[in-house]
């Protein structure tokens, strides 16, 4: 007997409260514990961090919000009061991401604070939210990807729970949203491990390194879901904005390498009044 998950963990005064919202809410506030810890290794203000997501939080879900509904405009078109009903779905991870870095730009700015080492402080939190995430989407029975067969998610040594849950419309689909969600644990330990070892990044380096490490899987990945958003015949969005940010990454990483005066290191032992721009 295949055991379905079920999509509200509770309910308020008849309000149904999902899994999705507990666990993007979970995440965002280990996200944001990590980084508070990080930024005051590294000369930031302890409050920086909540400060900073006061603002960028409504901004970013506006900002996943847009971005969802600009490249499947058709049906926002015919029902507009559609636009505010997020609880149906409809938010994307890049959206939400660019509109946070944009709120990030002015915030640094008003408070002087270098915005690559900001990105840096955030950014193994970053994707160890996204991965948190993905379990979301799990619960929603949501981005996953195209048929496949029970004895390929057994080949897969996958937990019952999850074959299971991948039954969904009649019929057996990939885990993508899994692939995802092992990507992003498997990057955010990386780059706590690796952010330890002074002089080993310039600052912005493992903001840009988080970059390369999502954009590069997640090209691939979207390419196996069947929810994609379509920018012109069969190019998906997320695929070429994938694209275009692994390889603007490592333009950056070039350039500012080569820049001259160098750009200082990340470290974990400067002076708190280092950071100021």
Not at 93 to 121: E, K, M, N, Q, S
Not at 240 to 266: C, D, E, N, T
Request: aromatic residues 18%; hydrophobic residues 50%.
């Amino acid at each position: 007997m295949i055991a379905q998950v079920n999509r509200t963990a509770f309910e308020i005064f008849g309000l149904e409260i999902y899994w999705y919202a507990i666990i993007i809410v979970s995440g965002i506030a280990i996200a944001l514990w990590l980084a508070t810890r990080e930024a005051v290794r590294v000369g930031l203000k302890e409050d920086d961090m909540t400060n900073y997501l006061i603002w960028a939080l409504p901004i970013a879900i506006i900002g996943a919000r847009l971005y969802f509904i600009l490249f499947d405009l058709e049906p926002y078109l015919a029902d507009p009061i559609q636009i505010f009903n997020i609880r149906s779905g409809g938010l994307a991870v890049y959206g939400g991401l660019i509109a946070a870095v944009i709120v990030l730009f002015f915030y640094t700015r008003y408070h002087f604070i270098d915005p690559w080492l900001f990105l840096d402080v955030c950014a193994p939190g970053v994707v160890l939210a996204q991965g948190m995430g993905r379990w979301g989407n799990f619960m929603n029975h949501e981005a996953f990807g195209g048929e496949t067969t029970r004895s390929f998610l057994e080949s897969l040594h996958l937990p019952q729970f999850i074959i299971d849950n991948m039954y969904i419309d009649g019929a057996y689909h990939q885990p993508t949203f899994l692939y995802e969600s092992l990507w992003c644990f498997l990057g955010f330990f990386l780059l706590i491990f690796l952010r330890k070892k002074n002089n080993l990044f310039k600052q912005g380096e493992i903001f840009l390194s988080y970059v390369l490490w999502y954009s590069f899987a997640r090209f691939f990945i979207e390419g196996m879901r069947t929810d994609s958003l379509y920018l012109f015949g069969e190019l998906r969005v997320s695929q070429a904005l994938s694209l275009v940010l692994f390889v603007g990454a490592w333009i950056v990483i070039y350039l500012r390498r080569k820049h001259q005066p160098p750009v200082p290191a990340y470290r974990r032992d400067q002076g708190t009044n280092q950071h100021i721009v």
